[in-house]
């Protein structure tokens, strides 16, 4: 026998900037940093005899809680990565909402309907997971291997093996565990997606609303390049007409904007994000930050620097601070390895 723990990764970028993953190589956020020593110290007194991780850095860097705490190598293994959205990946929700609202619900809540241009089907995911995750188990049997990967991809994984006829199994908690037995190739589920080592205060979920259903939501902002009914908005911000520009909608209104300085070099500056009085406090910041990290990063840009304005800002240093990059300038990180 062989108990295999699957763990989702911790908070990372597209959690919170609301923005589709799948196999674009997002970092973890610091929430995500406190959500791994919540995780580190569940797992301090349970035995693990070895730990895998898809390559992408926001698993590996969960999965330091087991491996560094224990003193265990990390294997890397290709096959444990999320679901591969080909065209999707990296967009924000509320652009999926605005082009494809319908393959945007299949997504979540019949994935093996869901299919994009250069996406994943269910059958080929579940079967590489699947694969791998027997090797592993057939490798340590009689011991305890810990496997760090994705919420999607996981979710289709236990759907295959225990919930064949159920099409939506709901959604995990980042860092969420489950228990699973094996032997003599047969799985039996002992627990499933368990999250209880976090405080309420770190959760990801805890502290959104677009899993609950009904009347709860959230606004998922899109992007597009400005045009020239824009012009007067960007002209009361103040925006110079040599700075990259992308235009944040809500649903088909203009509501803001974020500007950046994309100079020679591998560094980028973020000049400003605006938001119409209105829209400000209602936590659209998040999104803006994360559609200015992924046009500097398309832009092959390696840092990314805060202009004076940007600087001297209280409500815009807060935002930094909240997501690291004061301290930790965001490294270009290529979507597929």
């Not at 301090?44 to 003193?71: G, H, Q, W």
């Not at 494809?100 to 093996?112: A, G, I």
């Not at 930050?289 to 840092?303: D, M, P, Q």
Request: with cysteine; hydrophobic share 40%; charged share 25%.
């Amino acid at each position: 026998m062989t108990i295999l723990y699957l763990i989702r990764h911790a908070e990372a970028e597209g959690n919170v900037f609301r923005r589709l993953q799948g196999q674009y190589d997002a970092m973890i956020t610091p929430n995500g940093m406190k959500q791994i020593a919540a995780l580190q110290k569940r797992f301090e007194n349970i035995p693990v005899d070895a730990v895998y991780a898809s390559d992408l850095t926001r698993t590996c860097t969960t999965a330091a809680a087991i491996y560094r705490a224990k003193n265990l190598p990390l294997h890397k293994d290709a096959r444990f990565r999320e679901i591969g959205c080909g065209v999707w990946e990296n967009l924000p929700f509320g652009y999926l909402d605005h082009i494809d609202p319908e393959r945007n619900r299949d997504f979540t809540r019949r994935p093996r309907q869901w299919q994009v241009e250069g996406s994943e089907h269910f059958e080929d995911y579940t079967h590489r997971f699947l694969e791998a995750m027997e090797e592993v188990a057939r490798r340590h049997e009689g011991g305890t291997a810990a496997i760090f990967s994705h919420g999607m991809v996981m979710r289709g994984v236990i759907q295959s093996l225990f919930f064949p006829e159920k099409e939506n199994l709901g959604h995990s908690e980042n860092t969420a565990v489950t228990k699973l037995r094996w032997e003599n190739g047969t799985y039996t589920l002992e627990y499933l997606n368990d999250a209880s080592h976090l405080p309420e205060e770190i959760t990801t979920l805890g502290r959104q609303m677009w899993w609950r259903g009904g009347k709860h939501t959230d606004f998922n902002m899109w992007y597009r390049d400005p045009t020239p009914e824009d012009l007067s908005m960007l002209a009361s911000w103040g925006i110079p007409a040599e700075l990259t520009v992308r235009i944040s909608v809500l649903v088909d209104r203009a509501i803001g904007a974020v500007a950046l300085r994309l100079p020679e070099g591998d560094t980028a500056q973020l000049a400003g994000m605006y938001l119409l009085p209105e829209y400000r406090g209602k936590g659209f910041s998040a999104q803006l930050l994360g559609e200015a990290i992924s046009v500097a990063r398309t832009a092959g840009k390696r840092w990314m620097i805060l202009s004076e304005v940007m600087q001297q800002a209280p409500s815009a240093r807060k935002l930094i601070d909240e997501y690291g990059l004061s301290e930790n300038p965001f490294s270009l990180i290529p979507t597929v390895k």
